[in-house]
């Protein structure tokens, strides 16, 4: 169980295209999805949190225009990434924390999808 | 933001040998997580610490979370070639979003 899935797996585009990545909780709904981005040999850095049927709120320094999330429904969550430069170039990974309906639990774990390799030429 | 420090960056070790990575968070934290990420891979979710002083085991890890809640460890006795990876923490914070450590990269010789 707890499976999340990304697409697509791999993307080149050119610079100045708009690229859509998908995060999908497969088995389990999730009200909260968060984005991170991870550069070779770094760290995770989160981008955003996605929540259900509301706007997402963006860590500091992450321009919501330049990448629009929606959170359509409680299984899927988008990340569009506007204007691509190569300076966007990254692997881009979703997580999804499973809704347990009521309060929700301030200790539950995260799944992460397989990621995304975006590469802007 | 939260900022979390991870150390040492890369370890090298022979097979048989002990291994230990420490995080440290400027800020106190809500709880935190540890994943194992494999080269070309996406991170796995190893274990959640949540109580101050808590240490769990899983067979060859050890987890530790620190007394104010601050720093944590991970120790892995008896490293096997299975272990290669990269072991990061991710803090979180009270509103549960988690941030991550820089990675702390592990090659095992054998």
């Known amino acids: 169980g707890a499976v999340v899935s990304q697409h697509p797996s791999w993307v080149i585009c050119k610079s100045g295209t708009s690229v859509k990545i998908e995060c999908r909780s497969l088995?389990?709904?999730?009200?909260?999805m968060f984005w991170y981005r991870q550069f070779p040999k770094q760290s995770l850095m989160l981008m955003a949190t996605s929540n259900e049927g509301s706007k997402a709120t963006y860590e500091q320094g992450v321009e919501k225009d330049k990448f629009l999330i929606n959170h359509a429904s409680l299984t899927l969550s988008t990340l569009t990434v506007t204007s691509a430069h190569p300076e966007d170039s990254s692997f881009y990974i979703c997580?999804?924390?499973?809704?347990?309906?009521?309060?929700?639990?301030?200790?539950?774990?995260?799944?992460f999808g397989p990621g995304t390799r975006l590469l802007v030429l | 933001g939260q900022q979390v420090m991870q150390i040492p960056q890369y370890q090298h070790v022979q097979e048989g040998e002990d291994f230990t990575t420490y995080c440290n968070s400027s800020?106190?934290?809500?709880?935190i997580q540890w994943y194992k990420q494999r080269p070309g891979g996406h991170p796995v979710f190893l274990i959640q610490?949540?109580?101050?002083?808590e240490v769990k085991k899983q067979k060859r890890l050890t987890f530790q979370f620190g007394e104010a809640k601050k720093n944590s460890s991970l120790h892995i006795t008896a490293t096997q070639t299975t272990d290669v990876g990269t072991y990061f923490c991710a803090g979180g914070d009270n509103f549960n979003k988690f941030y991550f450590g820089s990675g702390t990269k592990l090659n095992v010789k054998p």
């Open positions: 088995d389990f709904q999730a009200t909260t």
């Open positions: 610490l949540v109580k101050s002083g």
């Open positions: 997580s999804a924390r499973p809704y347990r309906g009521g309060t929700s639990s301030l200790q539950e774990t995260q799944y």
């Open positions: 800020t106190t934290l809500s709880n």
